[in-house]
């Protein structure tokens, strides 16, 4: 085990999903010079990687999303086999579109037509499902009838919590020193280098990772990069329902849900229960000014969405968790170096990041060792117009 010193070649900013991924992957080329810093502790709840279960699909809406899905994939079974711990799990997944739900009219409202583009462009194979035929392959689902449905057999889950420890626990395998309970207090350019400062002192890097999420904008102030993001209280309901053969891994497939809301649902997996949530339902916060309370209309919308559609993955409510989105106003990821300070590198997650966070961590570790990364990132770079254009307006698909 490493002896925490103040000098390292890359110092990570945060220890939560991509960044116990960026630490992981510098550590197969730095070994013990590279330090974690996270400001509260490891596993925590406060941001937005904890819990169990996150989906991980090749179904993506945009092509830039989907040109890394495999890679994300990869990423994940290299992980597994240098661990020897499993952090995914074969469902099998469905996008199920209520046209009658959906205002035509909404700015981001997506339909299915986008994710069989995007499974012809690159070649994955799928299934275009009716009502009639979902239903009879899952009867788990009360449909009306004007439904249509993708699956897609390679969709599961993947374990955040599991992986992000996963991740700790191989870097410091490697050498690599983790410091808890530390708020970074700020990241400055020191000629080519940079000091990270922190109420025990400071420590020196020739390359930093930031991977603060919602304490972005506090860590990168003295570097005078502001990054526009919107930050949503989000939450998650586990139902213990009484159905569990019925709805085990190998029995029912995670699902996205597309009508007057965006709805994403699990099969029992992490407790001995299934899982809802709403993409985009939370409402408008900061790191400091969040909560940890439930919402309660967000918690009436799930059980009287699952009495209408999916009766069975009810049960009493075991309890329901928040966390935090952090968007940027075309709520694509961001992930780059700071223009005027290229030896800090940036990543926000835009509440999506999480099927991709050991790939994010990979590219991570690229731009900080070389300056560049060989896997396709245009669009998540900061000089684009929803970044660098003050007058953009926020485009979020809800």
């Known amino acids: 085990m490493s002896n925490i010193e103040g000098n390292y ?61 495999p890679d994300a994939y990869e990423a994940w079974h290299e992980i597994e086999h240098e661990s020897g711990q499993r952090v995914l799990t074969k469902t099998g997944g469905l996008v199920i579109e209520a046209p009658e739900e959906r205002d035509p009219q909404k700015v981001g409202t997506r339909n299915i037509d986008g994710y069989l ?31 249509r449905a993708v699956y897609q057999e390679d969709s599961g889950i993947v ?14 395998a490697r050498g690599a020193a983790v410091l808890e309970e530390t708020p970074v207090r700020a990241v400055r350019p020191n000629g080519d280098g940079v000091e990270v400062v922190t109420d025990g002192g400071s420590y020196f890097a020739e390359r930093v990772v930031v991977a603060s999420d919602a304490w972005t904008n506090q860590v990168l102030e003295e570097t005078g990069t502001r990054i526009p993001l919107t930050v949503t209280q989000e939450q998650v309901t586990y139902y213990a329902t009484p159905n569990l053969r019925e709805f ?6 995670v699902f996205m849900w597309h009508g007057a809301h965006n709805f994403y649902g699990f099969p029992v997996y992490g ?22 309370e439930p919402d309660p209309l967000r918690q009436r919308r799930y059980r009287e969405f699952l009495e209408r559609h999916v009766p069975g993955f009810l049960g009493p409510e075991l309890y329901t968790k928040t966390c935090l989105y952090t968007i940027p106003p075309d709520q694509n990821f961001v992930i780059d170096t700071l ?10 997650g835009a509440g999506h990041a999480y099927k991709f966070a050991s790939l994010i961590g ?25 970044i660098s254009d003050l007058t953009f307006q926020r485009a979020f698909h809800v």
């Not at 374990?159 to 870097?171: I, Q």
């Not at 223009?339 to 926000?348: K, R």
């Not at 070389?370 to 896997?375: A, I, M, N």
């Open 271 to 292: 407790e001995v229960a299934t899982k809802l949530g709403q993409h985009m339902g939370g409402h408008e916060v900061t790191a400091e000014s969040r909560t940890f």
């Open 117 to 147: 583009s995007a499974f012809e462009e690159f070649g994955f194979a799928y299934e275009l499902l009716d009502s009639g035929e979902l239903m009879d392959r899952w009867p788990q689902f009360r449909l009306r009838g004007s439904e």
């Open 362 to 386: 990979r590219v991570l570790s690229e731009l900080a060792l070389d300056g560049e990364s060989g896997y396709p990132i245009e669009e998540f770079r900061l000089d684009r117009a929803a």
């Open 159 to 172: 374990d955040a919590g599991k992986a992000n420890a996963v991740h700790v626990a191989l870097a410091r």
């Open 339 to 348: 223009e005027e300070h290229p030896q800090i590198s940036v990543a926000i």
């Open 248 to 253: 085990s891994p190998e029995r029912f497939p």
């Open 9 to 69: 070649e890359v110092i990570v900013v945060g220890c939560g999903g991509l960044g116990s991924a960026a630490l992981y992957w510098l550590s197969r080329e730095l070994g013990d010079s590279v330090l974690g810093i996270e400001q509260f502790s490891l596993g925590h709840h406060r941001g937005a990687s904890q819990d169990h279960s996150r989906i991980i699909r090749l179904a993506q809406h945009q092509p830039h999303y989907a040109a890394i899905a």
